[in-house]
T-cell receptor, first 112, second 112 residues
Framework: QKEVEQNSGPLSVPEGAIASLNCTYS??????FFWYRQYSGKSPELIMS????GDKEDGRFTAQLNKASQYVSLLIRDSQPSDSATYLC????????????FGAGTQVVVTP | DVKVTQSSRYLVKRTGEKVFLECVQD?????MFWYRQDPGLGLRLIYF???????EKGDIPEGYSVSREKKERFSLILESASTNQTSMYLC???????????FGQGTRLTVV
């Protein structure tokens, strides 16, 4: 069974601080990695994708990938109350079919 | 703008009923998916389809079937609803060759 593991949280972060979220995956054949944000009662929305080792930055978000360690992370800089949500890590083995394996999510709470 | 639309936001059905959940996407995506989301378990793949009339089982297909007669429409069928199928159901679609999936707004199904 392929697994994607995340700490469930909640991760409490002061406003303006950096939130650091971690994700590990079991399938070494995984090719694509995604972070989704899900507000309570809403559906997931894609915020970051990363395909190669290293860092990828988009605004206040940075995704980091280390395939050797089977580890992907998400940093949220200058955290805002609107960042309070559950963050889902998703991993894809084969982009043709696009099957995603999701972690259970990390709840982030940004406190003013 | 990307659009995946699910036919209902909330549904209440009785045990033993046949239930249809409909999903339509307007992005000409080849891949379509049905997930269910339960607290602490994350998103689990029920079925997916990579082309019209093609379907593949996901991780938890038991008690479900699907239909894809047109490219834009993917239906999930609960043959005989049971209380353990009470859940949030999420439809998603993606373009072949691109792993990132776009989600509908979700259907919260309660089976009583």
């Amino acid at each position: 069974q392929k697994e994607v593991e995340q700490n469930s949280g909640p991760l409490s972060v002061p406003e303006g601080a950096i939130a650091s979220l971690n994700c590990t995956y079991s399938d070494r054949g995984s090719q694509s990695f995604f972070w989704y944000r899900q507000y309570s009662g809403k559906s997931p929305e894609l915020i970051m994708s990363i395909y190669s080792n290293g860092d990828k930055e988009d605004g206040r978000f940075t995704a980091q990938l280390n395939k050797a360690s089977q580890y992907v992370s998400l940093l949220i800089r200058d955290s805002q109350p609107s960042d309070s949500a559950t963050y889902l890590c998703a991993v894809s083995e084969d982009d043709s079919w696009g099957k995603l394996q999701f972690g259970a999510g990390t709840q982030v709470v940004v406190t003013p | 703008d990307v659009k995946v639309t699910q036919s209902s936001r909330y549904l209440v059905k009785r045990t033993g009923e046949k239930v249809f959940l409909e999903c339509v996407q307007d992005m000409d995506h080849e891949n379509m998916f049905w997930y269910r989301q339960d607290p602490g378990l994350g998103l689990r793949l029920i079925y997916f389809s990579y082309d019209v009339k093609m379907k593949e089982k996901g991780d938890i297909p038991e008690g479900y079937s699907v239909s894809r007669e047109k490219k834009e429409r993917f239906s999930l069928i609960l043959e005989s609803a049971s209380t353990n199928q009470t859940s949030m159901y999420l439809c998603a679609s993606s373009l072949r060759g691109q792993g990132q999936a776009f989600f509908g707004q979700g259907t919260r199904l309660t089976v009583v």
